[in-house]
C-alpha cells in the first residue's frame, strides 16, 4: 500500500491506498443534472495513463501526426495536453488539503475541474488535486501526478485476488439501478434505469465487437447480452450470411466453443488484466467487460419468484414484487464508445469511420 505526500513539502495527502484498475467509466458524462455516486472504492487509487484535463486543444490544433503519435487514429473534437497519470480516489481518502476558492467557476452543481486543479496542500499551498462532484460526473478526486509522490506504507504490497477468488466473491454489477437528479424543490428525484456502468462497459467493448467484426454481421449469447449489443450492431452492420458469433469465456466457465469466433471475457478489477482464452485462437481477439458486468451475463441472479396468495408453497422464498427495470431500450455510451474506437487501428477502415460521424442520424446511442 502506498500514501501519497505534497512533492513541494512531504505532507501527508491520502490515507493509504491500493492500486487498482481505471473504471471504464472514470470519464463518463451521464445524462443532465444526475447526481452519480463515488468513481473509487475507499481505500483504493487508479492511474489515468493518457494525458487528461486541461489543457485542451481542438483537432485543427493537434492534427493527424501528433494524435497518431498518441495512438489516436480517427478524429476528435479536442484533446487533453495536460500530463499523463493522474491519479484518482475517493473524496473521503484524501487528507491535509484545502479547496481553492477562485478556482470552481464554470461548473454547474458541483466542481468539475476546468479550471484546472481546485485543491491545495493545507502544509504549503502547492496546488495539488482536482476535487469532481458536478452533476452527471462521477465524483473523484484527481491528484496532479507531477505535484504529489507515493510513499510504500505497511510490510507488503496486496496481492491481487486470483480469478477463482474473483469468482468467489460473487460482485456483480446490476444492470439497472437507480438514478437521482436535482431539479426537484422537494430534494432528489429517483428513477430506475439502465446502469450508467453497464452503459460505459457496453460502449468499450461494442467498439471491440465492430472491430472484431470485420464489416461481418455479429451474433451474440442469447438474454442479456442481446438487450444491450445485439439491437445495435445489427443496425450498425450488414445482414445475412456468413456471420460471426461472440461467445462468454472466462474463468468458471466450459471451454469456448469451437465455432465461436469472438470471444466477451472479464478484466481483471486490480490489475486490468484481460482473461486470456487458453487455445481459443478467436480471430476477432477478445472483447473486454468490466468483471462484475461479466459476472452478471455469466452467473446471471436468479429472478424472485411470482407473487403467491395463501401460504406460501414449497420452493416460493417471498412474494415481493419484481425488480424494478428500466423504462426504455439499452443504449450504449456515446463518449466511451468513441473514445474506445479512435484508439483502435481498425478504426481506419472507411465503414467504421462512417459510424464516428453518423451516430446521430443512427440514433443509437
Known sequence: MVVFVCAGCGARLTAPLSEVALPVHAHQTYGNGVQLPVLMEPGTFAVEPEPWGP???????????????????????ALSHGLPGAIAIAPGDA????????????????????????????????????????????????????????????????????????????????????????????????????????????????????????????????????????????????????????????????APDADADIFLVPVHPQTGEWWNPD??????????????VWLWLARPEPPLHRPASGVLPDGVLRDDPPAPRAPHLFRADWGVFQHTMVRLPAVRSPWLREILTDHVRLRLF
Not at 58 to 63: A, C, D, K, M
Not at 212 to 226: C, F, I, K, M
Not at 247 to 254: K, M, R, S, T
Open 55 to 77: 489543457p485542451w486543444r481542438v483537432w485543427e490544433e493537434t492534427g493527424p501526426e501528433e494524435a497518431a503519435a498518441r495512438g489516436i487514429h480517427a478524429p476528435v473534437h
Open 95 to 254: 487528507r491535509g488539503t484545502l479547496l481553492i476558492p477562485e478556482k470552481g467557476a464554470g461548473s454547474c452543481c458541483g466542481l468539475d475541474g476546468a479550471d484546472g486543479p481546485n485543491m491545495a496542500c493545507e502544509a504549503c499551498g502547492l496546488p495539488v488535486a482536482s476535487r469532481i462532484d458536478d452533476c452527471s460526473l462521477w465524483q473523484a478526486v484527481w491528484l496532479a501526478p507531477d505535484a504529489v509522490r507515493r510513499h510504500p506504507v505497511g510490510d507488503a504490497d496486496r496481492v491481487p485476488l486470483s480469478w477463482a477468488e474473483l469468482l468467489a466473491e460473487e460482485r456483480r454489477t446490476p444492470p439497472f439501478e437507480p438514478i437521482a437528479s436535482w431539479g426537484s424543490r422537494r430534494g432528489t428525484r429517483h428513477w430506475w434505469l439502465w446502469s450508467p456502468r453497464w452503459e460505459a462497459a457496453a460502449g468499450r467493448a461494442l467498439a471491440h465487437l465492430l472491430a472484431a467484426s470485420e464489416g461481418r454481421p455479429v451474433t451474440v449469447p442469447d438474454g442479456l447480452a442481446q438487450d444491450v449489443f445485439q439491437r445495435t450492431l445489427d443496425a450498425l452492420l450488414p445482414t445475412g450470411p456468413p456471420r460471426k458469433r461472440a461467445a462468454l469465456a472466462g474463468p468458471g466457465q466450459p
Open 279 to 292: 487455445g481459443a485462437g478467436a480471430a476477432g481477439g477478445p472483447v473486454p467487460l468490466p468483471f462484475g
